[in-house]
């Protein structure tokens, strides 16, 4: 189980989960992971800006690793702090449960 979080920047992952993302692919063949499920939580200061990351997620990491999608959380400006982002988040870690 592994939960991603990011901000967003120009559509995208920030560059320190990229490179994160970039050495998982090193390890070689795919099904070496042990890795099952994923999930995301992706911060940013507007609400139409994830489509970049989402669309990185789900092809080039998920769909490339062979991976189950646990599901995606997005929050933009005060939604960060609010109790329906942070339950959703909670539902989220739920997710990843065997």
Do not use: W
Not at 47 to 61: E, I, L, P
């Amino acid at each position: 189980m592994l939960i991603l979080a990011s901000p967003i920047y120009y559509h995208g992952f920030s560059g320190q989960l990229k490179c994160a993302i970039d050495r998982l692919y090193a390890i070689g063949a795919p099904s070496q992971l042990k890795l099952k499920k994923v999930g995301m939580l992706l911060s940013s200061g507007a609400d139409d800006v994830y489509d970049g990351a989402v669309y990185s997620f789900g092809k080039n990491f998920l769909d490339y690793l062979k991976l189950q999608d646990a599901g995606i959380v997005t929050a933009f400006g005060k939604e960060n702090k609010s109790e329906e982002k942070l339950q959703e988040a909670f539902q989220l870690g739920f997710a990843l449960q065997d």
